[in-house]
Nanobody, 119 residues
Framework: QVQLVESGGGLAQPGGSLRLSCAASGFRFSFYAMAWYRQAPGKQRELVAAITSGGATNYADSVKGRFTISRDNSKNTVYLQMSSLKPEDTAVYYC?????????????WGQGTQVTVSS
């Protein structure tokens, strides 16, 4: 059974930091690209950061230089280090695993973790 379990969300002050974790199970983690998305109230879900199975990363312009995505294949875990947080970073953050192969496309989601940035 595939599971993606996020943790590390909570309340942070503007300028503060949080680290999100996503523990994966039930699939070959190292074969998958991993990503973090977020969805603020009344807005569409948007890509925040992604990391390929080979470790290449990309970021939304709004978080470049502030957020860092990383993965530990030995722990089947992906992380999102968030620094210099802004109120507009407030959202539910979702972990995503995805892979395309000749046998089909695979796309898994976590349940989300709330991040609130407020003084």
């Amino acid at each position: 059974q595939v599971q993606l379990v996020e943790s590390g969300g909570g309340l942070a002050q503007p300028g503060g930091s949080l680290r999100l974790s996503c523990a994966a199970s039930g699939f070959r983690f190292s074969f998958y690209a991993m990503a973090w998305y977020r969805q603020a109230p009344g807005k569409q879900r948007e890509l925040v950061a992604a990391i390929t199975s080979g470790g290449a990363t990309n970021y939304a312009d709004s978080v470049k230089g502030r957020f860092t995505i990383s993965r530990d294949n030995s722990k089947n875990t992906v992380y999102l280090q968030m620094s210099s947080l802004k109120p507009e970073d407030t959202a539910v953050y979702y972990c995503n695993a995805n892979r395309a192969s000749p046998l089909g496309a695979y796309d898994y989601w976590g349940q989300g973790t709330q991040v609130t940035v407020s003084s």
